[in-house]
T-cell receptor
């Protein structure tokens, strides 16, 4: 069973389009994140949710809108995609007890 | 604020060489410290962790010791293998804090 799964794994789209990435965790964690990883592998936190409530929003353009329908799901919707949005996006969930974060496989977004 | 600084990469070594990847941190209080590893095409996975000063985390032959006096958590392995080629991330989290802060990552390549 995959602990944190995100779909799709690859996403190629044109500038100006709107797209969504879905994430689900089956670990029972209360905390979930979205991270963006650039071509140099630098990881930048975008959003953090705790039990469906937005806790961290790290100066991300408002074209990015996270949605958490329940604590096992955290989706990311992106409007009006730009070339600079091309990156790998990782979803993660985190155990409050151990502090360990579990990551999904990533979604490679390419905007052309 | 809290931050993590890792040694600049990339690092290239021969098989069976000794590995050190330096990591220093800035944080208030007593953070937990982590090393994550990212193999090609995959998400990050926890390699080891330490939650208090002088703790040593270890896994798969890798070790790191939480040094409060030098605010460091250097990753070491006595004899690396080709399969250790990956990107390594040092990270910290303050007790009770939502945010998991990552260093910039260090790409390691092991040649046979």
């Amino acid at each position: 069973d995959t602990a944190v799964s995100q779909t799709p794994k690859y996403l190629v789209t044109q500038m100006g389009n709107d797209k969504s990435i879905k994430c689900e965790q089956n670990l029972g964690h209360d905390t979930m994140y979205w991270y963006k990883q650039d071509s140099k592998k630098f990881l930048k936190i975008m959003f953090s949710y705790n039990n469906k409530e937005l806790i961290i929003n790290e100066t991300v353009p408002n074209r990015f809108s996270p949605k958490s329908p329940d604590k096992a799901h955290l989706n990311l919707h992106i409007n009006s995609l730009e070339l600079g949005d091309s990156a790998v996006y990782f979803c993660a969930s985190r155990s409050t007890g151990t502090g360990e974060a579990f990551f999904g496989q990533g979604t490679r977004l390419t905007v052309v | 604020g809290n931050s993590v600084t890792q040694m600049e990469g990339p690092v290239t070594l021969s098989e069976e060489a000794f590995l050190t990847i330096n990591c220093t941190y800035t944080a208030t209080g007593y953070p937990s410290l982590f090393w994550y590893v990212q193999y090609p095409g995959e998400g990050l996975q926890l390699l080891l962790k330490a939650t208090k000063a002088d703790d040593k985390g270890s896994n798969k032959g890798f070790e790191a010791t939480y040094r409060k006096e030098t605010t460091s958590f250097h990753l070491e392995k006595g004899s690396v293998q080709v399969s250790d080629s990956a990107v390594y991330f040092c990270a910290l989290s303050r007790q009770g804090a939502q945010k998991l802060v990552f260093g910039q990552g260090t790409r390691l390549t092991i040649n046979p």
